[in-house]
């Protein structure tokens, strides 16, 4: 949607949703499944109709009162604001075990995020081939990246490491960066950084059952 | 904050940037650094010092103003209200490549979440241990699960078993549930259930990229 100031911004939590109504479509197209309801979304999502209207309200309306959505139409048009229609070049820096999970992540393929470059700093590790991914030496990232044109760089090396990876990665010309590190790292304007903390999430369980009273069931 | 209405309660986004600011202080602690401005805390996780400032006045205030916060203070009552004081019992059901990293995965242990038990239904896992937890077969899990008292259940099965695996968490007493299945959940009141998965954050990378002009820097 344009406004005088320009189109609408969109939030985090929105763009989540989105990824997700992605998976309730993928899942019904692959089942034959022509149409849904906004509240057949929303049941699927834990989340109110209202809420899906006005998140695809952002982007235009798809829907048409009382015929629902068209599965493909609507997996189709959230797979192009999204950028999912095509393939990503991703390179993985860290081959530790969460960078191995990572290059065996079904969902990062299925979504088109394909590892073709991994690096590591480990004599042990370099040369070898993890899930069918050659490891070089995190020593010629900057080169490397840019020769394979990478875009998104994911960083699953330790703390102390992070930042110059970031660094390297940002010379090699990538334009997004997913971090598992636990820390804060800093990038130019037009890169940009999303964390992932797998124990954010055990940390969020533990309060709830901690304090039961407070979570918010909304 | 007590209302009328009962306890306030906290949402998601709160009860995450609680968990960040918690790590900033560990940090700062173990560096021998005794008080934070919420400016200055604010800074480190990338949000403003009003909202350092409103998240921890949900639950009384804790900083003197113009001496800022006493970090060790601060750090014990984030670990008292997110129940970060105590040790967390945690089974992990599926030991693929996301279950092997999250037996060896630092951020969990650091946090107090301890993998006590692991199951897999694979002949070739079970009774073999990895990261030196011992392999049981998941046909035991309600049994195992309440003799051993946990109170975590980590699912990392594919899709079409997740929900069976959620069904005997709960007969064998969890009371929270981290999944990693691409899958919605379903658990009795009383059960919270988080979901994980590493893919949605570099599918926000993708929006990002490619409609920087949509995507909020607040």
């Not at 394909?114 to 042990?124: G, H, K, L, W, Y």
């Amino acid at each position: 949607m344009m406004t005088a100031d320009g189109p609408q911004r969109i939030s985090d939590s929105t763009v989540h949703r989105l990824s997700k109504y992605y998976r309730t479509l993928t899942y019904l197209s692959e089942r034959g499944i022509k149409t849904i309801s906004s509240e057949a979304l929303a049941q699927h999502n834990g989340v109110t109709a209202a809420q899906v209207r006005k998140d695809f309200s952002c982007f235009g309306t798809f829907g048409r009162r009382g015929l629902g959505y068209n599965v493909l139409e609507l997996q189709r048009n959230i797979a192009r604001i999204m950028g999912l229609q095509r393939k990503w070049s991703v390179a993985l820096v860290g081959v530790g075990n969460v960078g191995r999970a990572l290059l065996d992540y079904d969902q990062f393929r299925i979504q088109g995020f394909q590892i073709t470059m991994a690096f590591d700093s480990d004599p042990a590790k370099i040369g070898r081939e993890f899930h069918k991914v050659f490891v070089r030496d995190v020593f010629n990232l900057e080169n490397d990246a840019r020769a394979g044109q990478v875009e998104i760089g994911v960083v699953a090396v330790p703390v102390v490491a992070a930042q110059a990876v970031v660094d390297k990665l940002v010379l090699g010309g990538v334009k997004g960066i997913l971090n598992f590190a636990p820390i804060n790292l800093k990038a130019p304007p037009g890169v940009f950084i999303r964390y992932e903390n797998m124990a954010i999430e055990i940390e969020a369980l533990a309060f709830a059952i901690t304090n039961p009273e407070l979570v918010r069931n909304d």
